[in-house]
């Protein structure tokens, strides 16, 4: 199931070899983050060299693309994290195989791609590209030859599951917004003093809304082991059972609820 980036702040933009693609990150003792934050490296993207200005230019990440560590971020996430960076002033903050030893190297050039960006045409608009001036001899030598050959970066993230083009986060909206439905026709149905059956206005009958109730609970029972829908099903089946034993003249209890995404914090 792929995961959902969002909030990234980048620390580190690496040079590193062809074999790096997928390898986890290893944080140093004492490194800043939030309590709980899981690391995140992604996969290695090919550099464009200009020996003339010993300038090398890649993509750090482009929205929308799972990646090998089964990860993904859209557009806006990707555009904030890029400023973050250059609000940081981690321009310095570039180094060779995520060995987080910054070298004599510096982010140049930062832009968000907008249509088919000439360095990089086959990459989706809304890409964070970089050029990268590299100052070091020995770090030169080694792009020049081919050793480090690509581009990835570094930091920490709110990783947050989400299912197949995005069907468990419509699904959370689906039962979200029939708890609301159940919600207000309970409201309707349980006026003090008349039956809920003959309430002028009121819509459908009880009846037919307990049985609307217990198809709706058939289907989040079918449902109840996806995580990111607990949850609503638990304050959906509140509702039902509230609403079967409701009574003419008693208002039963409300529940408040939210939707609120199943994520956690981690490293990119």
Known sequence: MPVELRDMKVDFISLVSKGANGKRIIWKAGDERPEGAD???TPLRKLVKSDEKRVVYGIVYGPGQVDSQGEYAEKGEIEKAAYGFMKGLRLLNVDAQHDFDPKAAFVAESWITKGADPLFPDE??????????VEDEALWASVKKGELAGLSMAGYAAKV?????????????FFTSLLKAVEGAEAK???PGQPAET??????PAGEAA???EAVAKIAKALEGIPALTE????LDERIKALE??????????????GADDGSYGFL
Not at 161 to 173: F, I, P, T
Not at 232 to 235: C, D, G, L, T, Y
């Open 39 to 41: 690391a995140f490296e």
């Open 124 to 133: 989706p608009e809304g890409s964070w590209a970089v050029g990268i001036r």
């Open 161 to 173: 599951r989400k299912g197949e083009d995005g069907v468990l986060a419509k699904m959370e909206q």
């Open 189 to 191: 149905n349980a006026q």
């Open 199 to 204: 309430k002028p206005g009121a819509g459908a």
């Open 211 to 213: 049985a609307e109730a």
């Open 232 to 235: 609503s099903i638990a304050k």
């Open 245 to 258: 034993t409701a009574t003419p003249g008693q208002m039963s209890k409300g529940v408040d609820g939210n």
